[in-house]
Antibody, heavy 121, light 107 residues
Framework: EVHLLESGGGLLQPGGSLRLSCAAS????????MSWVRQAPGKGLEWVSG????????YYADSVKGRFTISRDNSKNTLYLQMNSLRAEDTAVYYC??????????????WGQGTLVTVSS | DIQMTQSPSSLSASVGDRVTITCRAS??????LNWYQQKPGKAPNLLIY???TLQSGVPSRFSGSGSGTDFTLTISSLQPEDFATYYC?????????FGGGTKVEIK
């Protein structure tokens, strides 16, 4: 059974940094692209970042480019999102999601339960 | 970036009704269109990918159609568990983008 468990969320001040993790199990992690998607309180879904199965290709939303870095450790079956220069508008529940194939073009078939990041002074 | 426009933003319907939600892309995305269902406090759930392919385990009352720029999600007979918010997503190009969502409420 596929399982995704995010961790690392919390409350921090503007300008701060945080690293989210997503521990994956139940599938061959390195064979699938992964994504981060966020949802601000009471708002819709926003795609944040994606990474190929090998980790060699990464993608970012314009809103986070240059501030966030996606990475993965296929030996640990773990996905990461390093978040720097955080802003109030980054406040959201962050979901990790498994893509249906080795690239991000095929939809996300499994999602974690989400981790809340709150940026506030 | 490709903009995705969903309509309506909300609708009220009764159990047994046929419900149709539309999604329009700002440019052609071929068939790289996915539909998700999200219930309050829960993660999204993939319903349909590649515009019309039903994800495993999803009831057959859900169907998707379209290609290019115009897409439709149809629920043939609305069930109590279908009251939720639905999102379309284009995965044709990065950054991927979601529609604004359609909240399906009980009439």
């Amino acid at each position: 059974e596929v399982h995704l468990l995010e961790s690392g969320g919390g409350l921090l001040q503007p300008g701060g940094s945080l690293r989210l993790s997503c521990a994956a199990s139940g599938f061959t992690f390195s064979s699938y692209a992964m994504s981060w998607v966020r949802q601000a309180p009471g708002k819709g879904l926003e795609w944040v970042s994606g990474i190929s199965g090998s980790g060699g290709t990464t993608y970012y939303a314009d809103s986070v480019k240059g501030r966030f870095t996606i990475s993965r450790d296929n030996s640990k079956n773990t996905l990461y999102l390093q978040m720097n220069s955080l802003r109030a508008e980054d406040t959201a529940v962050y979901y990790c999601a498994k893509c249906r194939g080795p690239d991000t073009a095929m939809g996300d078939d499994y999602w974690g339960q989400g981790t809340l990041v709150t940026v506030s002074s | 970036d490709i903009q995705m426009t969903q309509s309506p933003s909300s609708l009220s319907a009764s159990v047994g009704d046929r419900v149709t939600i539309t999604c329009r892309a700002s440019q052609s995305i071929r068939s790289y269109l996915n539909w998700y269902q999200q219930k309050p406090g829960k993660a999204p759930n993939l319903l349909i990918y590649a515009a019309s392919t039903l994800q495993s385990g999803v009831p057959s009352r859900f169907s998707g159609s379209g290609s290019g720029t115009d897409f439709t999600l149809t629920i043939s007979s609305l069930q109590p568990e279908d009251f939720a918010t639905y999102y379309c997503q284009q995965s044709y190009s990065t950054p991927s983008t979601f529609g604004g969502g359609t909240k399906v409420e009980i009439k």
